[in-house]
């Protein structure tokens, strides 16, 4: 291996010499995990046959990055790894397990950009990351990663779902019709904890002075989706299957908080690119684009409804000074309409949002206030959007969805001239 290491330094000495030890290698798997030990074996069975079947005379490495797990998730691991050897596969060359880990303290981005190290220098062609927290991985979904950017010459893969109306709504309402309106192209999953990529963007990302950025911290996986993008690099969707919901709310506000920060952040680091008004464009994809599943679901809209109310009384000092006034008066006078006749309309949702980024960029207050001051605003829209869609088929959520991507794009100027020059707050 003949890459220099020295900026690589984060790794330790122990997962280099693994890396070492391996060489060069046509295919990368990396498996991420934290506390896991329930599922990766799935993960992991579905992964080495997906790897052993479909790609049997590559050379191929695993890697499993753990951030600090204390439930016995590498044991588990080693428990389920076969490497073929019951189930009759062979692989005519060469297949690797290396591992590395840290504490708890260990962020998300660091675990990504352990996988990219590792990728670049085995020189791998096609790369995959795996969620070791998935609870339903199919060899075919893992195959449906690699073989865009492997047999097909791709960049960067993102995945496709079958997802309940009422899941993913955080994609559905803001990152998914914001970075299309930006960036021109419709990636459905930004914010994905499977994906692919190819050697020569895990080299590109990996030259960029960004990883210590805060902001990066929270949202490596968009990042990387927004570089691949914004620079030429050739992108695609693949269909993986269902998408199972959230079994708990539980950390769903730092979820929220972390990727508007990440995209955010994206937005002032990719500027250059964006505001030059990115014209938009198809994305080839391959499967299904978008389809519901039928699972019947309980959700506590009232709840969401009064945490919006007292969220925006609650708040109301910090959004004066982020929100022009007659926005924050519109967002006042919403706050006092009863359960029925909410409704949290397409223009004020991307008015909001739009001036959320430029008062992020112009840093008007403190970046984490703002961000935690956007968590009951999407609350808001949030209950609006149940409401509206109580009743609602495929068909109807997919015009919906359209419609809200058309209203961010009528108001990219309105977004451009407020991220230009500093606004006023209603203060």
Not at 21 to 28: E, I, P
Request: proline share 3%; glycine share 8%; hydrophobic share 40%.
């Amino acid at each position: 291996m003949e890459r220099q290491v020295s900026e690589d330094s984060f790794l330790s000495d122990d997962f280099l010499r693994q890396l070492i030890s391996v060489g060069n290698v046509d295919l990368l798997v990396g498996i991420l995990s934290r506390n896991d030990s329930s599922t990766i074996g799935k993960v992991v069975s579905a992964a080495e046959e997906a790897l052993l079947r479909k790609f049997p005379r590559e050379r191929i490495a695993l890697v499993h990055v753990d951030g600090g797990s204390k439930d016995g998730t590498s044991e588990a691991l080693k428990e389920a790894s076969t490497l073929g050897a019951s189930s009759g596969m062979g692989s005519l060359r060469t297949l690797r397990w290396i591992s590395t880990g840290s504490d708890n303290s260990w962020q998300p981005a660091n675990m990504v950009r352990t996988v990219l190290t590792a990728a670049d220098l085995l020189h791998a062609k096609g790369c995959a990351v795996l969620a070791a927290s998935t609870e339903n991985p199919t060899p075919s979904s893992v195959e449906s990663l690699l073989h865009p950017v492997y047999r097909e010459d791709y960049d960067f893969v993102a995945p496709l779902y079958s997802r309940h109306k009422y899941d993913g709504l955080l994609t559905r309402n803001f990152l998914y019709p914001l970075c299309r309106a930006l960036y021109g192209k419709p990636v459905r999953e930004l914010r994905a904890s499977e994906f692919a990529f190819s050697g020569r963007l895990a080299g590109y990302c990996l030259s960029r002075g960004e990883w210590q950025n805060e902001g990066l911290q929270g949202g490596a996986e968009m990042w990387l989706a927004i570089t691949a993008m914004s620079n030429g690099f050739r992108c695609v969707q693949s269909y993986l299957g269902e998408k199972p919901r959230a079994k708990s709310n539980a950390g769903v506000v730092d979820a929220i908080r972390h990727a508007v920060n990440g995209l955010f952040w994206c937005l002032e680091s990719t500027e250059s690119y964006w505001l030059k008004g990115a014209a938009p464009d198809s994305l080839p994809t391959i499967g299904p684009e978008h389809k519901l599943t039928s699972e019947s679901i309980r959700v506590e809209r009232k709840r969401i409804f009064q945490m919006y109310k007292s969220g925006v009384a609650e708040l109301s000092q910090i959004l004066s000074g982020i929100l022009n006034q007659e926005t924050h008066a519109e967002l006042n006078r919403l706050a006092d309409a009863g359960e029925e006749e909410f409704r949290f309309s397409n223009a004020l949702w991307v008015r909001i949002v739009y001036e959320f980024a430029a008062a992020y960029h112009h840093s008007v207050i403190n970046r984490s206030h703002l961000v935690q001051a956007f968590v009951p605003i999407y609350r808001g829209r949030v209950y609006s959007f149940l409401t509206q869609h109580r009743s609602a088929g495929s068909d109807a959520m997919e015009a919906d969805l359209e419609n809200l991507c058309q209203e961010f794009d009528r108001q990219r100027n309105f977004f451009f001239e407020r991220w230009r020059t500093k606004g006023q707050g209603a203060s």
